[in-house]
C-alpha cells in the first residue's frame, strides 16, 4: 500500500479524496473535497474545494477553503478563498487573496494521574 498519491499532470479528478496521514502531490487539476496528511500542489497544478491536511505546500493554483497546521505559499503561486492555518508562509512573488485565520495552536493534553 502506498503512504501517497499521485495526480499526474495529465489528469482531471473530481469528487472527495480521504487520503489520511498520507502525502498527496497534485500535479494536475483536483476539483472537490481533499483530505491528506500533507499537500503539495506543484507548479502547473491547480486545486479548487476544500482541502484540510497538516502541511500544505503551493506552487500552483488554489481556490476554495484550506484548513491546516502550516501553509506554505511559493513564488508564483496564487491562493484564493479562505485561509484557516496556524503557520503561513508567503514567499516574494506570491498571490494569495482573500481571508486569512490564525488557527489557534493545540492546547497540550493533560496526563491523568
Do not use: W
Request: aromatic share 4%; hydrophobic share 40%; glycine share 12%.
Amino acid at each position: 500500500m502506498s503512504d501517497s498519491t499521485y495526480i499526474d499532470s495529465s489528469l482531471r479528478l473530481r469528487g472527495i479524496l480521504k487520503a489520511k496521514g498520507q502525502l498527496v502531490v497534485i500535479a494536475g487539476t483536483f476539483e472537490g473535497e481533499l483530505e491528506a496528511g500533507d499537500v503539495v500542489i506543484e507548479e502547473g497544478g491547480h486545486c479548487q474545494g476544500f482541502l484540510r491536511a497538516k502541511t500544505v505546500t503551493v506552487a500552483g493554483k488554489f481556490t476554495g477553503i484550506i484548513d491546516s497546521q502550516s501553509l506554505t505559499v511559493s513564488d508564483g503561486a496564487l491562493v484564493a478563498g479562505e485561509i484557516i492555518t496556524q503557520a503561513l508562509i508567503v514567499d516574494s512573488g506570491a498571490d494569495i487573496s482573500g481571508t486569512v485565520m490564525r488557527k489557534p495552536a493545540s492546547a497540550p493534553e493533560k496526563q491523568a494521574n
